[in-house]
């Protein structure tokens, strides 16, 4: 089937908007650092408004054959099962701490405002990405009221007659400090010596600086990671 230019224009307007859309989120994410950014999220809305006209209207000559039918909605279904893939590379497990969630469900929500554009849906398109981008950023400004913790890993070179949790204590009396995890190695750097590995929640009261205070001012803290 031959589209008029109109239609093929509208089409174009279309995969324009959700390439806006698709840039103004990864914008956000690009400036807090993360994996995915404007480029992911360009090409992600896009593809997925793309993909969404072609599962509209790109079988309309098809359909005009006797005893045919298809189900348009069959290659929408399959960019959402896609998606997954994508979301899925940029979430990272590192010492029992997860990262990129947030990141891959930015992703995902993107393809549904390229599906929404791609659809001719522009007022929920656009408003919802909109109220996406405002979303980050005020969740992201207000991280210390939904996040109260701050989770740390400290690795203390200790002798088998020091208790490692007394001491993190002592490192940081506040009472809220919790100790999640403990891992326990022998290491060959000094004899009866012990590597011992914490996971330990400090409050967000303590800044970066406070938290590398302790570091430098106590010897058998070895390492530190945030």
Not at 16 to 29: N, T, Y
Not at 115 to 131: C, D, E, F, R
Not at 155 to 167: A, H, I, K, R, W
Request: glycine letters at 8%.
């Amino acid at each position: 089937m031959i589209f008029s230019v109109e239609t093929e224009l509208e089409f174009l307007l279309r995969i324009v908007l959700s390439v806006i859309c698709g840039a103004g989120i990864g914008f956000e994410r690009e400036t807090r650092l993360k994996t995915a950014g404007i480029r992911t999220h360009i090409i992600v809305s896009l593809g997925s408004a793309l993909m969404m006209i072609i599962s509209k209207y790109g079988f309309e000559d098809v359909l005009q054959l006797d005893h045919m039918s298809l189900d348009p909605s069959r290659i929408a279904a399959g960019i959402v099962t896609a998606v997954g893939f994508i979301g899925a590379g940029v979430i990272f497990v590192r010492n029992q701490t997860i990262s990129g969630v947030t990141t891959a469900a930015g992703i995902w929500a993107t393809v549904g405002i390229g599906m929404a554009i791609g659809s001719g849906m522009y007022i929920i398109g656009a408003a919802a990405t909109v109220l996406l981008i405002i979303l980050q950023l005020v969740l992201h400004r207000n991280s210390k009221l939904l996040k109260p913790y701050i989770s740390i890993h400290i690795t203390l070179s200790v002798t088998m007659e020091q208790d490692p949790v007394e001491m993190v204590r002592a490192l940081f009396p506040d009472k809220r400090v919790k100790v999640m995890d403990i891992e326990a190695r022998k290491t060959a750097l000094s004899q009866g010596e012990s590597e011992v590995r914490l996971t330990v929640l400090v409050p967000n009261s303590y800044s970066v600086s406070d938290i590398m205070q302790v570091y430098r001012d106590t010897p058998y803290m070895t390492q530190i990671e945030f």
